[in-house]
T-cell receptor, first 116, second 110 residues
Framework: GAVVSQHPSWVICKSGTSVKIECRSL??????MFWYRQFPKQSLMLMAT?????????EQGVEKDKFLINHASLTLSTLTVTSAHPEDSSFYIC????????????FGPGTRLTVL | QKEVEQNSGPLSVPEGAIASLNCTYS??????FFWYRQYSGKSPELIMF????GDKEDGRFTAQLNKASQYVSLLIRDSQPSDSATYLC??????????FGTGTRLTIIP
């Protein structure tokens, strides 16, 4: 089946630094990818929709200048958490629909971010 | 605001019994419905999707959808310890965006 990868799988950084997370579709092209955030014991919250070749669409309450999204190719989207703070510590998950299919949204394995 | 409600549990079910998970949603225009399983520290994996009213069976899993009642459920027959996980209900708006419920934590007791 379709595979979505993320890198890194976990990262620890100091407060005030920036962290970049990569999301790749390994065996299919994804014009649209999604970035979610999940806090402990909570559900997935959609942060933004990443569109290849255009600006990302952010959900209400998500700061676009803090969470920079770049979708430069049909297989790669990146999320950069700028000036990270401890409250940004979370599980970040990307996903993509396979081309031409609405049946399954494949999720990446997630990135655990801890900001000290 | 679109809402998807699930009982957070934990729901404990003896091994071999039927586990029943429920979900309600607020947006009557929702078009697609998904059940995901999430193990601790892992990302969600799709169990089933359903688009039409009625039942849909896949192995030990049956999804049931009632759009009039805005209700979707997942039945797991012959529950196994490996089924112990958090089950997320997700509802689609027809434009690829999904809204997730908070999940129900299921524990299968050997």
């Amino acid at each position: 089946g379709a595979v979505v990868s993320q890198h890194p799988s976990w990262v620890i950084c100091k407060s005030g630094t920036s962290v970049k997370i990569e999301c790749r579709s390994l065996d299919f092209q994804a014009t649209t990818m999604f970035w979610y955030r999940q806090f402990p014991k909570q559900s997935l919250m959609l942060m933004a929709t990443s569109n290849e070749g255009s600006k990302a669409t952010y959900e209400q309450g998500v700061e676009k200048d803090k969470f920079l999204i770049n979708h430069a190719s049909l297989t790669l989207s990146t999320l950069t958490v700028t000036s990270a703070h401890p409250e940004d510590s979370s599980f970040y998950i990307c996903s993509a629909w396979t081309s031409g299919s609405r049946n399954e949204q494949f999720f990446g394995p997630g990135t655990r971010l801890t900001v000290l | 605001q679109k809402e998807v409600e699930q009982n957070s549990g934990p729901l404990s079910v003896p091994e071999g019994a039927i586990a029943s998970l429920n979900c309600t949603y607020s947006d009557r225009g929702s078009q697609s419905f998904f059940w995901y399983r999430q193990y601790s520290g892992k990302s969600p994996e799709l169990i089933m999707f359903i688009y039409s009213n009625g039942d849909k069976e896949d192995g030990r899993f049956t999804a049931q959808l009632n759009k009039a009642s805005q209700y979707v459920s997942l039945l797991i027959r012959d529950s196994q310890p490996s089924d112990s996980a958090t089950y997320l209900c997700a509802v689609g708006d027809g434009n690829e965006k999904l809204t997730f419920g908070t999940g129900t934590r299921l524990t299968i007791i050997p």
